[in-house]
């Protein structure tokens, strides 16, 4: 299958290339042409995960040829024009020699089952976890998607292809996170994977479109159910909270030998799009292009009937009603009455409105969460929180308030989620561990974004409340800086209380990441992950590094 674009939504990038140098090209020939976002386009993570950056017919060629090559259990040397490009670290690397093991997953293709629920190209799938084994990989992270166990018929579910493939990662040695993904998957430009919410749920929403998150103009998003169902028997006689429980304790009867065998390690609950804990305020397909600061997602009946509940509770029938100066998808912070400096955000109102808001989110994951924590007894349960950082620089903080995160700079929005998931004992999932702060300004100044404050913010708001915390990259991750970003995030340095994450999980597995150069990178971050010495810890010239310098040029396949 030919291949016409690279899109940072999976996990596609020319190896060795930094996202900071390939933002910066595409800036400097076409902006509008060269750079597409697409908010929700990898269905496991979220954030500015998107921009697109065509090829030559000469890199599709070769990116071809890797991939079968890859797929034959054959690592492939990059083009030695590419790896002219790669940037070594500037900066003396920390030794990681003795500090704490941190487990490290992969995640697998978003298509690794397929809507008849069987598995796709098992040699080749077997091949590359051998290899994943082969350089002490914990094990790997799948998607359980709703929209293909229970398909055609409630409370009818097809186990088969996961089934197999939990077989085949436990005669590999190699652990599993599962993740119960209650979202759509793909529907955005470039997506090669289009895993919808079950038809009997579809069937449902084309006579109560209200089922979905609404967003003021009126528009449906169907990537997953709103919040306002959780409690209402809208979906054939069950609400939504009891169809995800049914859910997940038909998978723990299931697969009980497996947990039995402590195979799989790990719960990860889908709480909203991307399995997230979010509003879906910054869709695609709804015309979003980052940094825009999307709009707020309760316009469905059941959620507009919460509103009305709770001003009248506080004694302000007038306050049931949006917000109606907040712009639209792709507004600024300071083009809005409500989110600019001293806006209405801050109001007595908006003070009302977001605290509404961000509580239904809170509530949603109190009751899924409490479910989970049913059906899997005695099992690890964490839950995802996106990483909204574009704005963070503002007074307002406006693309986490649509997203449901009261974090404005004289709050912490974060603290009442780390509260809630230490009630239920669930660990915290956060993404972005990989990005700089000033990358982000090089690249979209315009963006005020400050990955590595939020990222400070949320573990900490997690581990002052004892919970452990796990995470992920936003985007794909091949270069030596990119890891030593996540293993300063992983093992804060002169941390007084020795704390650090209690897993990582990459994204994502896939050809690219096979290649020799990449998966050599990829193997030294492992090790300094669980805490084993390197040899070549140093700062390269300011020139071109030899190949594989400093590393064993084995071929890792069995």
């Excluded at 398909?151 to 009818?156: D, E, F, S």
Aim: proline fraction near 5%; charge should be negative.
């Amino acid at each position: 299958m030919a291949i016409s674009s690279i899109w940072f939504c999976d996990f596609l990038r020319p190896p060795g290339v930094t996202s900071s140098f390939l933002h910066k090209q595409a800036l400097l020939t076409s902006r509008r042409e060269s750079l597409r976002f697409e908010g929700s386009t990898n269905c496991n993570s979220s954030r500015f995960k998107c921009a697109r950056f065509r090829t030559s017919s000469m890199m599709t060629e070769r990116k071809e040829r890797n991939a079968e090559d890859a797929l034959d259990g054959e690592f492939v040397d990059v083009d030695d024009n590419m790896q002219a490009l790669h940037t070594p670290p500037k900066m003396p690397e920390r030794d990681f020699a003795g500090t704490p093991y941190v487990p490290v997953y992969v995640m697998l293709p978003l298509g690794v089952i397929n809507m008849n629920s069987e598995l796709v190209d098992q040699e080749s799938l077997v091949n590359q976890l051998r290899i994943l084994k082969s350089i002490n990989v914990d094990g790997v992270m799948v998607d359980c998607w709703w929209g293909i166990v229970e398909a055609h018929t409630p409370q009818v579910y097809n186990w088969s292809g996961y089934k197999r493939l939990f077989q085949i990662v436990r005669e590999l040695k190699l652990k599993l996170q599962v993740v119960m993904s209650f979202h759509e998957c793909g529907g955005n430009v470039g997506d090669d994977v289009y895993i919808p919410l079950p038809q009997w749920v579809i069937e449902i929403g084309q006579s109560n479109p209200d089922i979905y998150f609404t967003d003021r103009e009126g528009r449906r998003n169907t990537e997953c159910l709103t919040w306002g169902i959780d409690k209402e028997r809208v979906l054939r006689c069950r609400t939504a909270v009891e169809v995800y429980f049914d859910y997940m304790r038909s998978f723990r009867v299931e697969f009980d030998e497996f947990f039995e065998d402590g195979i799989i390690t790990e719960i990860e609950v889908g709480l909203g799009p991307c399995g997230e804990l979010r509003y879906p305020s910054y869709p695609a397909k709804h015309g979003w292009r980052y940094p825009g600061i999307g709009e707020f997602q309760c316009y469905d009946k059941y959620l507009m009937k919460s509103l009305s509940k709770a001003a009248e509770a506080r004694g302000h029938l007038f306050w049931a009603r949006d917000p109606e100066n907040a712009g639209s998808y792709n507004s600024t912070p300071h083009e809005t009455g409500f989110f600019r400096d001293g806006g209405d955000y801050d109001s007595y109102y908006g003070r009302f409105f977001l605290n509404w808001y961000s509580q239904v989110l809170v509530d949603h994951g109190d009751h899924v969460l409490a479910l989970a924590n049913l059906a899997f007894e005695g099992t690890c349960i964490a839950a995802k929180v996106s990483g909204i950082h574009w704005w963070y620089k503002t007074a307002s903080h406006a693309a986490e308030l649509t997203s449901g995160f009261y974090n404005p700079s004289n709050r912490d929005g974060y603290a009442p989620i780390a509260a809630m998931l230490k009630k239920h004992r669930v660990a915290l999932n956060f993404t972005c561990v990989e990005l700089r702060t000033l990358d982000q300004h090089e690249d979209f100044p315009e963006a005020l974004a400050d990955p590595e404050g939020l990222v400070w913010q949320v573990l900490n708001a997690a581990w002052d409340v004892s919970i452990l915390v796990a995470s992920e990259n936003a985007l794909p991750c091949y270069d030596r800086e990119g890891y030593n970003k996540i293993l300063e995030n992983a093992k804060p340095r002169n941390d007084p209380d020795g704390r650090h994450l209690s897993a990582f999980t990459y994204l994502r597995l896939s050809s690219v990441l096979m290649e020799r150069h990449n998966f050599v990178e990829f193997e030294r971050f492992v090790k300094r992950m669980h805490g084993e010495a390197v040899a070549d810890l140093q700062v390269y010239p300011n020139k071109r590094p030899s190949k594989f310098q400093g590393t064993d040029d084995r071929v890792a396949a069995e």
